[in-house]
C-alpha cells in the first residue's frame, strides 16, 4: 500500500516568529499607500516560499500555495468573472472565517485565469508536487445571491461549471498533476447529489493526464458516501472529524475510488495520537483494495496557529511511518 501525505488545502499566513509577520505588514502598508502592488506581490511571493518549505520540511508529499492570495473561497474565485459583484461579509459554513458574498447581476463570463499564476509561481518554488485547490461550481453557487442572470442555484452552477473547465485545462496545461475540486456544500444538500455529478462530469474530462480530487468537509458524508464514491473524480477526500460512523462505513463496504483520509483535524489545535490514527486507518482499509491512500487535514489549516499547523502536518507523517512499519 502507498500512503501519500498531503496537505489539504489553505495555511496560516501569519505565525508568532517576526518573519511570519511579513505578508501582514505588507498588506497594511499597501492599503496605507506606503507601497505598491508589486512590492505587495512579493511579499506574497515570499510567504508562499516560506510555506512551501514548511510543508516539506515536515515531509508532505503533495503540497500547496496555501491559498495565501486568497481573501476566501468563494470571492476570490468570483471576483475573476463578470456578471458578478462582491457584496458584503457571511460566516463560511460555522467557522470563526468570513466569505466575501458575491451577488449575481448577470450572465456570468470568467474572464481569464484564476489559479494559474499562483500554481506556476509555486511550482517554481516547490521541491515537491504542487496541488491547485478550486472551489466547485455548486459550492459556488451556493453561497451566491442571484439578483439576475439566472433562475436557480442549479442554473448558475451549471453555468460556473462550463466556465471552469477552461480553468482545468489551463491548470493541467502548466503542469498540474493533482487538482482538488472542493464542494462542501452538498452535505448541506443531499437532494442535489444529481446535479453535482453532472456539474463535476465536465470539469473531469477536461483533465487530461492530471488526478481530480473531489473533496467534502465541514458536514457529515456517511449518509452520502455510496453516492459520493459515484462522482467523476480519481480520489474522493473525506472529512472523518465531522462523520462519527464514516470510518466504520468505509470498513464495511469499501471504496470505488482512492480516498483521501482526512484523519487530522484541521480546526482544532488539539494534537491527536500517532499511534491511535494508524489503528484507525488500518480498520477503515479492511476492504480496500487500490494501490494508495492519501492521508490528510480534514479541511484547510487556515483556522489554527502556525505552528500548529505545521504540527499537524508532521503528524501525518509519523501516522505514515507507523503505517509502512519497520524498514
Request: charged content about 20%.
Amino acid at each position: 500500500m502507498n500512503f501519500v501525505v498531503q496537505n489539504h488545502s489553505s495555511y496560516p499566513r501569519v505565525g508568532d516568529r517576526p518573519g511570519q509577520q511579513r505578508l501582514r505588514r505588507a498588506v497594511a502598508a499597501r492599503k496605507r499607500g506606503e507601497i505598491d502592488d508589486a512590492e505587495l506581490q512579493a511579499a506574497e511571493r515570499a510567504q508562499i516560499d516560506d510555506i512551501l518549505h514548511e510543508q516539506e520540511g515536515a515531509g508532505i508529499d503533495v503540497v500547496t500555495d496555501g491559498q495565501i492570495r486568497w481573501c476566501d473561497p468563494i470571492s476570490h474565485v468570483l471576483r475573476g468573472f463578470d456578471g458578478v459583484r462582491i457584496n458584503g461579509l457571511l460566516r463560511f459554513f460555522d467557522t470563526n472565517c468570513y466569505f466575501r458574498q458575491p451577488v449575481i447581476s448577470g450572465r456570468v463570463h470568467r474572464r481569464g485565469p484564476l489559479l494559474r499564476e499562483d500554481f506556476v509561481m509555486a511550482s517554481t518554488a516547490a521541491q515537491r508536487p504542487v496541488k491547485p485547490v478550486l472551489t466547485g461550481p455548486y459550492t459556488l453557487a451556493r453561497h451566491c445571491v442571484i439578483a439576475g442572470g439566472y433562475s436557480s442555484v442549479a442554473a448558475l452552477a451549471e453555468a460556473l461549471s462550463a466556465a471552469l473547465v477552461a480553468e482545468v485545462q489551463e491548470l493541467v496545461h502548466a503542469g498540474a498533476r493533482c487538482i482538488q475540486i472542493d464542494e462542501p456544500a452538498i452535505l448541506s444538500h443531499p437532494d442535489d447529489m444529481r446535479l453535482l455529478r453532472q456539474l463535476l462530469e465536465p470539469l473531469w474530462q477536461a483533465r487530461g493526464a492530471a488526478q481530480v480530487v473531489v473533496a467534502t468537509y465541514f458536514g457529515d458524508a456517511e449518509p452520502l458516501y455510496a453516492q459520493l464514491n459515484s462522482l467523476p473524480a480519481e480520489v474522493l477526500a473525506l472529512d472523518l472529524t465531522y462523520s462519527p460512523r464514516l470510518a466504520e462505513t468505509i470498513a464495511a463496504t469499501g471504496a470505488s475510488k482512492e480516498l483521501a483520509l482526512g484523519v487530522v483535524d484541521g480546526r482544532s489545535t488539539r494534537l491527536e495520537d500517532a499511534a491511535a490514527l494508524a489503528r484507525s486507518v488500518e480498520a477503515i482499509l479492511r476492504h480496500y483494495v487500490h494501490d494508495a491512500v492519501h492521508l490528510l487535514p480534514s479541511c484547510g489549516l487556515e483556522y489554527l496557529p502556525r505552528a500548529r499547523a505545521q504540527a499537524k502536518l508532521q503528524l501525518l507523517g509519523r501516522v505514515r511511518t507507523l503505517l509502512i512499519g519497520p524498514a
